[in-house]
């Protein structure tokens, strides 16, 4: 899409073919949602999670911003989008699922490579990505042969150990009502990863 007036025309073939087709549902959702997992994703517009998992409308609860972070929790009287969906989804909607996904190629995660004091990055990006700043050492310090691979992988892991800074959600996983996930999705071999629990890896889910 390259105009609006290419939204424009989506919108009509959203309205003739899968509104349509599923009127009924999406009448259900007008009275509200019930989703089971809340997918925290980068805002790149080549991860949707929607179509990487075939979901319908209504059945994800999805966050999308750059890299994928989730910061630590910070009750400071400031704005925090990503704290305050995540706080929704947990303690109003009560999901049972949480994943990090991040993806192949993020520019997130480069900008964070590029060292996350240059100012070019720019005015929201620089302090936005200091979140990854430790994880980004380590995987300096490692000498990792692809490191934006590396600290795409370690940037999930550091948002999961953050969401278990939020009382609320710390709560719900010790009570067995919530479970932590993360995922990697190759964009250009179109391949899933999931972090094994037990291992702490990222493996190559099966297509069959």
Same mark, same amino acid.
């Given at each position: 899409?390259? =105009?609006? @007036? @290419?939204?424009? =025309?989506?919108?009509?073939? &959203?309205?003739?073919?899968?509104? *349509?087709e599923q009127a009924a /549902?999406?009448?259900?959702? $007008?009275?509200?949602? @019930?989703?089971?997992?809340?997918?925290?994703?980068?805002?790149? *517009?080549?991860? @949707?999670?929607?179509?990487? &998992?075939?979901?319908?409308?209504?059945? /994800? &609860? %999805?966050?999308?911003?750059?890299?994928?972070? %989730?910061?630590?929790?910070?009750?400071?009287?400031?704005?925090? $989008?990503?704290?305050?969906?995540?706080?929704?989804? %947990?303690?109003?909607?009560?999901?049972?699922?949480?994943? %990090?996904?991040?993806?192949?190629?993020?520019?997130?995660? =480069?900008?964070?490579? =590029?060292?996350?004091?240059?100012p070019a990055i720019g005015e929201f990006v620089t302090p936005w990505v200091t979140l990854l700043e430790e994880a980004r050492e380590r995987v300096v310090a490692s000498g990792s042969i692809n490191p934006q691979f590396a600290l795409e992988l370690e940037g999930i892991e550091a948002s999961l150990k953050n969401l278990l800074t939020f009382p609320f959600v710390s709560q719900s996983v010790e009570a067995g009502r919530l479970s932590l996930h993360g995922a990697w999705f190759a964009i250009m071999h179109g391949e899933l990863h999931w972090r094994n629990a037990s291992t702490g890896r990222f493996e190559v889910v099966s297509t069959t």
């Amino acid at each position: 899409m390259e =105009s609006i @007036d @290419d939204l424009i =025309s989506g919108y009509r073939r &959203f309205r003739a073919g899968a509104y *349509s087709e599923q009127a009924a /549902l999406y009448r259900q959702l $007008g009275a509200g949602q @019930d989703p089971n997992i809340m997918l925290i994703a980068c805002a790149d *517009s080549r991860a @949707d999670p929607s179509d990487i &998992f075939n979901a319908a409308p209504g059945q /994800l &609860f %999805v966050v999308r911003n750059v890299a994928n972070l %989730v910061p630590p929790y910070q009750p400071d009287g400031g704005l925090h $989008g990503v704290s305050a969906a995540l706080e929704y989804a %947990v303690n109003v909607l009560e999901v049972e699922h949480i994943v %990090v996904m991040g993806h192949g190629g993020c520019g997130g995660i =480069s900008a964070s490579l =590029s060292g996350a004091g240059n100012p070019a990055i720019g005015e929201f990006v620089t302090p936005w990505v200091t979140l990854l700043e430790e994880a980004r050492e380590r995987v300096v310090a490692s000498g990792s042969i692809n490191p934006q691979f590396a600290l795409e992988l370690e940037g999930i892991e550091a948002s999961l150990k953050n969401l278990l800074t939020f009382p609320f959600v710390s709560q719900s996983v010790e009570a067995g009502r919530l479970s932590l996930h993360g995922a990697w999705f190759a964009i250009m071999h179109g391949e899933l990863h999931w972090r094994n629990a037990s291992t702490g890896r990222f493996e190559v889910v099966s297509t069959t």
